[in-house]
């Protein structure tokens, strides 16, 4: 995609964006939208999937990600700054924030256009989202291993990082046996092994390349829980544990605690809290603005 395309298809973004606020803010005076659903049409813009309804979904296949880190933070500033100034952000590193492969017929990587990173920040400005929000987590301050993925009202939990398995690739009958997996912080995985490889498991069929029941130190509580356990395609070390919560079982507030409370990870999560405060204040923001302009 062309810069030029990139702008007109932001422009084009942005007017239908405001012509949906226009009817929706109208409606909702009319009476036809109550208070929660107005904010959550608004919203949508933020929280939105990545259809081109919300402004993830407008940089969705666009041949642009984000690589920002603390070696090209100052870069990002650097560019922000000029941009604001009405000047071309024009940054030059080895390791650029905003990364391109648009148009390569290689598809190799290549620096972001001063004109695409100008695209970025005209859409950051729209939405209000202070370029503070981007600003990486230091890499001196332990992160935890684990990605959430909802599935309505149940939860996958993936979490990576092991380095040693205790021997349970190597047995050949790890069937009803205990294994301790030792992440790379030296937090232990216990877990009784009660089957390997795809099978029938009760309730259902899993895929895993075993599966028992047992805990995991810095993410579970000391109550057993079901883990999948999978490996790399070359099957020769450990790759993802995997846990599930379903609805409302009460067992997970235990799980959420033990994760949330657990030391080696709070310095971290308030470092995470104030990315999130930022992101929440742009979105009182926007929707502010939206409401007054067309009220």
Not at 21 to 28: H, I, M, N, Y
Not at 143 to 164: A, E, N
Not at 188 to 216: A, F, N, P, V
Not at 256 to 280: G, T
């Amino acid at each position: 995609m062309t810069t030029t395309n990139l702008n007109k298809e932001f422009d084009k973004f942005v007017a239908e964006k405001e012509k949906e606020f226009e009817k929706e803010v109208r409606d909702f005076h009319k009476g036809f939208l109550t208070e929660d659903e107005i904010w959550w049409q608004i919203n949508n813009v933020y929280v939105g999937d990545f259809s081109f309804k919300s402004y993830k979904g407008f940089w969705a296949n666009k041949d642009l990600s984000l690589q920002i880190s603390e070696e090209n933070w100052k870069d990002v500033l650097a560019d922000y700054e000029k941009w604001s100034q009405g000047e071309a952000p024009d940054s030059r590193s080895e390791k650029p924030w905003l990364q391109s492969d648009s148009g390569l017929k290689s598809k190799s990587i290549h620096t972001a256009s001063e004109s695409e990173r100008a695209v970025f920040f005209r859409c950051i400005d729209y939405m209000k989202l202070p370029i503070a929000y981007y600003e990486p987590i230091p890499d001196h301050i332990v992160r935890p291993c684990f990605r959430s993925t909802m599935y309505g009202p149940d939860s996958k939990w993936d979490i990576w990082g092991i380095v040693d398995d205790g021997g349970l690739i190597a047995d050949p009958e790890p069937i009803g046996k205990t294994f301790v997996l030792t992440d790379k912080y030296g937090l232990k995985t216990r877990i009784d092994i009660q089957h390997m490889g795809t099978e029938q498991c009760e309730w259902r069929t899993y895929k895993s390349d075993y599966l028992g029941m047992g805990t995991i130190e810095g993410y579970t509580s000391s109550t057993p829980v079901e883990i999948e356990i999978w490996l790399t395609s070359n099957k020769d070390r450990v790759d993802t544990l995997t846990i599930y919560a379903y609805g409302n079982d009460p067992i997970w507030n235990e799980h959420y605690d033990a994760y949330h409370k657990f030391p080696l990870w709070q310095e971290y999560f308030r470092e995470s809290e104030k990315r999130h405060n930022l992101f929440m204040n742009s979105e009182e923001a926007f929707i502010k603005r939206v409401r007054e302009k067309y009220k």
